[in-house]
């Protein structure tokens, strides 16, 4: 079954970082592009940043310079560190993975969804 558990949301005040994990279970995850995504209170979701198969990377203008996506095969894990946060980067940060080779920005294109991180940016 496959399964994706984020983690290391939390608390921050604006300025500070938060590294954001995403577990994989159940699959390989070089097999697959993988996404991070955010939803705020009242907003939509939106694409922050996503990874594809081979490793190349794609980032929301928005928080392009500030976050980087990154993956640990060895550990079938997918990363997010988040630096210079601001309030506006509050939400839940979800991962989501594709078997596609090219990832996006779209979430309707990704098949499974992890349960969610809360990431709150506040002084």
């Known amino acids: 079954q496959l399964q994706l558990v984020e983690s290391g949301g939390g608390l921050v005040q604006p300025g500070g970082s938060l590294r954001l994990s995403c577990v994989a279970s159940?699959?390989?995850?070089?097999?697959?592009?993988m996404g991070w995504f955010r939803q705020a209170p009242g907003k939509a979701r939106e694409g922050v940043s996503c990874?594809?198969?081979?490793?190349?990377?794609n980032y929301a203008d928005s928080v392009k310079s500030r976050f980087t996506i990154s993956r640990d095969n060895a550990k079938n894990t997918l990363y997010l560190q988040m630096n210079s946060l601001k309030p506006e980067d509050t939400g839940i940060y979800y991962c989501?993975?594709?078997?596609?080779?090219?990832?996006?920005?779209?979430?309707?294109?990704?098949?499974?969804w992890g349960q969610g991180t809360q990431v709150t940016v506040s002084s």
């Open positions: 990874i594809n198969s081979g490793g190349s990377s």
């Open positions: 989501a993975a594709t078997s596609t080779y090219y990832c996006s920005g779209y979430g309707l294109e990704y098949d499974y």
């Open positions: 159940g699959f390989t995850l070089d097999d697959y592009a």
